[in-house]
Each structure stands twice: as C-alpha cells, then as structure tokens.
C-alpha cells in the first residue's frame, strides 16, 4: 500500500504557519484542530519546517517567559523528512520509527501535497489487519 491509499483515504489538507509567525499562535492552531504539528510554510507550497509539539515543549523548557513570544522560525525544525504518495506504508513506518517523528509530510516533486501522521498509519494498518482477519475468517469457515 501507498501512502496515496492514506491520503485518498483521509484527504489532502495541510495545515501549515508562516516562519515569522509567533509561537503562541501555532500553540493556538495545534490546539483548535486537535493536531501535534503544523508544516512551516510562506506560500502553503514549499516546506521551510515543521513545528511540533516537541519543538514547543523543548522551548519551553530552555526559556519559559519568551517562548511564546518567540518566531515559528526560531523553534521548529528546518530538516523536514518528508516522503513521496508513492512510497509504501511500510518504508514510512519504517522512516517514522528510525527519526522518532510522528508526523511526515508529503511533496510530489518539492511541492507540498499532504500530510501525514502515526495516527494516519495506525488507523490504516487497523483496517488491513481487519480485512486480513475477515478474510481468513471466511476462508476457514468456507465461506470464502
């Protein structure tokens, strides 16, 4: 499977925060969508970042009073590991498990075309082993 199956699946919207924004309004966005990262990004097309959960708590930690004050730009992280809709789910578990990140965007040819999260694995692995299941269900029963 393709992480295209999981976009198609749970759609391809991104949310993303300009670099000069400040911090405390990406604490805001993470928390009005119930998301753990937002993709850094002036024109909503190319990736300058990523800022994550972790990214603010580790700010948090060195410097409490002005992390909230503080650029998007300052905290998030610049190296973004991103991956293609047509790699496989498994070489992104794979990708995810080796970085310890949880979430990966998705560009076709530098352009930004998704997102996608250990959540949004989870949920699609679920579905395979349930259809695997119904199937060796079926073909121990005969009804297959």
Same mark, same amino acid.
């Given at each position: 499977m393709t992480i295209s199956a999981i976009l198609s699946a749970k759609?391809? &919207? !991104? *949310?993303?925060?300009?670099?000069d924004d &400040? !911090? *405390?309004?990406a604490i805001d966005m993470l928390a009005e969508w119930g998301?753990?990262?937002?993709?850094?990004s002036s024109d909503k097309?190319?990736?300058?970042?990523?800022?994550s959960e972790r990214d603010?708590?580790?700010?948090?930690?060195?410097d409490q009073e002005w992390t909230f004050r503080l650029r998007v730009a300052d905290i998030m992280t610049a190296n973004v590991i991103t991956c293609s809709p047509t790699d496989s789910v498994?070489?992104?578990?794979?990708l995810m498990t080796e970085n310890r990140i949880r979430h990966v965007p998705v560009?076709?040819?530098n352009i930004l075309v998704g997102i996608v999260s250990i959540g949004d694995i989870v949920k699609q692995r679920m579905k395979t082993l349930e259809t695997e299941s119904e199937a060796l269900?079926?073909?121990?029963?005969?009804?297959?």
């Amino acid at each position: 499977m393709t992480i295209s199956a999981i976009l198609s699946a749970k759609g391809d &919207r !991104v *949310a993303t925060i300009k670099p000069d924004d &400040r !911090v *405390a309004e990406a604490i805001d966005m993470l928390a009005e969508w119930g998301i753990g990262a937002l993709v850094v990004s002036s024109d909503k097309k190319t990736i300058e970042g990523i800022i994550s959960e972790r990214d603010v708590v580790r700010s948090f930690a060195k410097d409490q009073e002005w992390t909230f004050r503080l650029r998007v730009a300052d905290i998030m992280t610049a190296n973004v590991i991103t991956c293609s809709p047509t790699d496989s789910v498994d070489d992104l578990m794979t990708l995810m498990t080796e970085n310890r990140i949880r979430h990966v965007p998705v560009t076709n040819e530098n352009i930004l075309v998704g997102i996608v999260s250990i959540g949004d694995i989870v949920k699609q692995r679920m579905k395979t082993l349930e259809t695997e299941s119904e199937a060796l269900k079926g073909f121990i029963s005969g009804t297959h």
